[in-house]
């Protein structure tokens, strides 16, 4: 059974403190690894499909890389802006498996 | 990215009615579209899979008597909560996989809050 498990349930930074959320899996024959950003009463908005372990990939303060067993989602210099909750989803050979996410809040 | 649009945002019904909630992939066609269910601070769970020209796969323990999904065309899947209790309040939400570019992507719609009275 694919499963995904998200740390830490809950992060506060302050404004420029950089800092990791982490996704751990388990997932017979991964077709992909996703990050959403996910904004109170909205659904998940896509950052990064990962697909392979040792893949990278950056956006703004955000960058995603991938392990055969976790992936990391890197906060650089976070803003309040960044405050979210942050999903990770495995697709194996079943539908997208979603952990239950970090709530990242950035205080200014 | 693609879009997916759905509609309503929000609707609050009396209980025992029923309520229509439709998602579309705006740029792109879709032959399988998921539906979710979050509950507040909880991950999204898969209710089913919503495929074109065809019956919707539910997961375990979803009533598919209840859920009617319907997958009219390439673009439109629609979510009907028959006969709605309170129980059934809730955060849903539909997808849409993008294939091609030699991977997947997967965009969500906005999500419709569901408030049973």
């Known amino acids: 059974e694919d499963q995904v498990t998200q740390s830490p349930e809950a992060l506060r930074l302050q404004e420029g403190e950089s800092s990791s959320l982490n996704c751990s899996y388990t997932?017979?024959?991964?077709?992909?690894l996703f990050w959403y950003r996910q904004d109170p009463g909205k659904g998940p908005e896509f950052l990064f499909t990962?697909?392979?372990a040792g893949e990278e990939k950056e956006k703004e303060r955000l960058k995603a890389t991938l392990t055969k067993k976790e992936s990391f989602l890197h906060i650089t210099a976070p803003k309040p802006e960044d405050s979210a909750t942050y999903l990770c989803?495995?697709?194996?050979?079943?539908?997208?498996?979603f952990g239950k996410g970090t709530r990242l809040s950035v205080i200014a | 990215g693609a879009v997916v649009s759905q509609h309503p945002s929000w609707v609050i019904c009396k209980s025992g009615t029923s309520v229509k909630i439709e998602c579309r992939s705006l740029?792109?066609?879709?032959?399988?579209m998921f539906w979710y269910r979050q509950f507040p601070k909880q991950s999204l769970m898969l209710m089913a899979t919503?495929?074109?020209?065809?019956?919707?796969t539910y997961e375990q323990g979803v009533e598919k008597d209840k859920f009617l999904i319907n997958h009219a065309s390439l673009t439109l899947s629609t979510l009907t909560v028959t006969s709605a209790h309170p129980e059934d309040s809730s955060f849903y939400i539909c997808?849409?996989?993008?294939w091609g570019k030699g991977g997947t992507e997967a965009f969500f719609g906005q999500g419709t809050r569901l408030t049973v009275v």
């Open positions: 997808s849409a996989r993008e």
């Open positions: 997932v017979s024959g991964l077709r992909g």
């Open positions: 990962l697909y392979s």
């Open positions: 989803a495995v697709l194996g050979n079943t539908p997208l498996v």
């Open positions: 740029d792109f066609q879709a032959t399988t």
């Open positions: 919503s495929n074109e020209g065809s019956k919707a």
